[in-house]
């Protein structure tokens, strides 16, 4: 299919096909998509070795192909990454369901009754990146709440996405359920995401997950109103009041812990008054961890072994072991470099100082703002919030991490006896 | 100002404007707002006779270029309109603000404490058509919510807006408020509104307002996020068990009240059963209005003078004296005819039915969806919301009617001992 138009018209029939499978899905009571999503678990585990088989083969063309070792790590499935995908669909058949919630109600003009209902979003698009494991979980958290999903996952993991799919859909067939709420685009060219992103017709929402080079270019192409999702350019602020010992800690696990993902640390800002006790001490526990240190002229000084930090740098999320360091004359000065270079993300202050920590959760313009504690608990998981599509770093809609009342919305219900307006 | 260049540096530096503004705002207390509310509006007062000089210039220029009498029309402003645009500012200061409010609380993992705090969008831009007391309304929801605006009126009202947001930011100026918080885009080429909708850097929404072709035009080109208004293709459903009399007087009021907005009805739909004896009736009482009929091949029998509907016919949002008509065999083809021409805006339906009505507004795909009462009940000041930015259309953020509550999002405020995550 290499023909403009005819995929063109292969997205949009995808497109019809979730739009009915979403009118059906929004009508599907809790315990018929949890009887449903457990089956779907058994299902998982009942293919295993298909999956595997399939994964082997997506693993073997990216091997070939040179890919990065980290990059084959994200996109290998073992019997245990399998079981994970089981086990979070069984979760999710676990959690309390959110549509049908009365979200509020009143009487309006003329003694017209007002009810404010959490309803579906309809159809939902995700674009992702190589780990095929987000396939299910997505295609879960999609079905929980009520939706249909198109999924568009990475063309390296092409095999392992319909394996998985495949058997979703089918299991749906086979219980009879709604089997085209769960539908992979199977073509990953980028032409074919790029009618997806344009399908306003029968998209509602589009949800990238990925690199900021994914995100961006979604930002940038897309028509379907899109959830910008997990751009982490993420800040500690060390203040002059910090409990030191603390700092350290929260700067390593912040840092190190997981470097690769969207709420790590990239960026240590430390108050001046602190610098000279606080950055060697900090400097040497981070290139102890393996840490590369990119420093401004002034905390340079008190860092052996650290570059010179560019003004690129401070705006970098390096989602890898290097971290940008800046010494600050206080907190406005933190909190401007914070709002200036920071992704709206997450953000960090650690503090004794009752006023600092009012000031800097009042000013910084994020998604979550922590006060004495680790960046890395902007988390679905850490939340407590069962499950997470993503973290938002846009202000519509949803903010942070997004969990099941995000993936909905609301209708009002008018009830009247006849009124006309006057 | 004609190079590209200089016209994008003039918008960006309008950007940078707002966003410092905007963190002002975030910061100025509910009493001082609505003192800076109530000073805007006695300016507005004062400087009545300004905006009115300055908008006959408008009018005059407008006449000039032969534009319509509706066009006019809401183009003029008339003392009255000014002293409604002032009566609306101070209104807004009468209302609950909605910032800071707790929205939920709890503890996370490893005793976190997350609690989750209503905080204003940040730059909103607000692209218009030309009523000139936009201006005012916009700006006056803006600033209660503790947000920055840029306003992006047409041209035909440059005069009017000018002196709108003069007095406006003047009187911020001189009470010592953040005026940069109220911002006209002057240059209103379409090259710099294309620029606002791209600028991604400083604008956190944008909502268009304004006809099809400007609210699509938006969709198509925004990078920013954007919040659809106002489209609305709404319908009656008559259903079999509907009492006539009330159907009647809810069609007559939905269709012809106030044609030309979006909560106005487009489309009537009549089930078999009644269309006999509905229809004759129906079709004189819009004809006596001056409605022009479209009818169906079926419906066409019942009404004199009808003309045959087209397929573009169920899919316009006429915005005039203008209806599609249509029989339907029952409420399942009315509701399939509604989510396929729909709008996701307003749909009614009149019945005495419990199981249709429950069934409607269950199956309709809509922000609003009614039972025995007009669609011209979509409307924040029918909705008791005090103010009203637009209706949207969309499923992401808000749906319906906007009011306060909808020009805010949330910041999570996570508070901690020292955590780091294990």
């Not at 959110?98 to 674009?127: D, K, S, Y």
């Not at 073509?187 to 929402?205: C, G, K, P, Q």
């Not at 360091?325 to 914070?338: C, P, S, Y």
């Not at 922590?370 to 202000?395: C, H, P, W």
């Amino acid at each position: 299919m290499t023909n403009k138009e005819d995929r063109k018209a292969a997205v949009y029939a995808l497109g019809a096909r979730a739009k009915e499978a979403a009118a059906r899905m929004a009508l599907l009571g809790p315990a018929e998509k949890n009887r449903l999503l457990t089956r779907m678990a058994a299902a998982l585990r009942d293919g295993s070795l298909d999956i595997l088989e399939d994964n082997a083969l997506d693993v073997r063309a990216a091997k070939s192909k040179g890919l990065t070792a980290a990059f084959i790590d994200r996109l290998t499935l073992t019997p245990a990454r399998v079981e994970d995908m089981a086990k979070g669909l069984e979760d999710l058949a676990a959690l309390k369901d959110p549509l049908g919630e009365v979200q509020g109600g009143w009487i309006g003009a003329q003694g017209i009754e007002i009810t404010r209902v959490c309803v579906p979003l309809g159809v939902v698009g995700m674009i992702y990146e190589a780990r095929p494991n987000v396939t299910a979980d997505a295609a879960g958290i999609c079905f929980k709440t009520g939706n249909a999903v198109i999924l568009r996952g990475s063309s390296e993991a092409k095999k392992s996405n319909k394996a998985i799919v495949d058997i979703l859909a089918r299991t749906l067939r086979w219980e009879g359920g709604p089997e085209d709420a769960i539908l992979l685009l199977a073509d990953t060219s980028r032409a074919a995401a790029a009618e997806l992103m344009r399908m306003n017709r029968y998209l509602d929402v589009l949800i990238p997950r990925g690199g900021a080079g994914l995100i961006q270019t979604v930002v940038r192409e897309a028509t379907v109103p899109v959830i910008e999702t997990g751009i982490g350019n993420c800040h500690v602020y060390v203040d002059a009041s910090a409990d030191l010992g603390s700092a350290l800690d929260i700067l390593i696990n912040a840092k190190t812990q997981r470097p690769g993902v969207c709420n790590a640390a990239e960026s240590l800002l430390v108050h001046r008054d602190i610098a000279a006790e606080f950055l060697p001490a900090a400097g040497k526990a981070l290139e102890a961890s393996g840490v590369e240190l990119r420093a401004c002229t002034e905390s340079i000084r008190y860092l052996e072994g650290a570059k010179a930090a560019t003004e690129e740098d401070y705006g970098a999320e390096f989602l890898d072991m290097i971290i940008s360091v800046k010494v600050v004359d206080g907190l406005d000065e933190a909190i401007n470099h914070i709002n200036t270079y920071g992704t709206k993300h997450t953000e960090a202050i650690i503090t004794r100082d009752y006023e600092a920590a009012r000031r800097f959760t009042r000013r910084i313009d994020a998604a979550v703002v922590l006060v004495n504690a680790s960046t890395r608990f902007t988390d679905g998981s850490m939340f407590g919030f069962g499950a997470e599509i993503g973290i938002s770093t846009q202000k519509l809609h949803a903010r942070g991490p997004m969990g099941l009342e995000e993936m909905t919305t609301y209708r009002y219900i008018v009830q009247g006896d006849g009124q006309v307006r006057l």
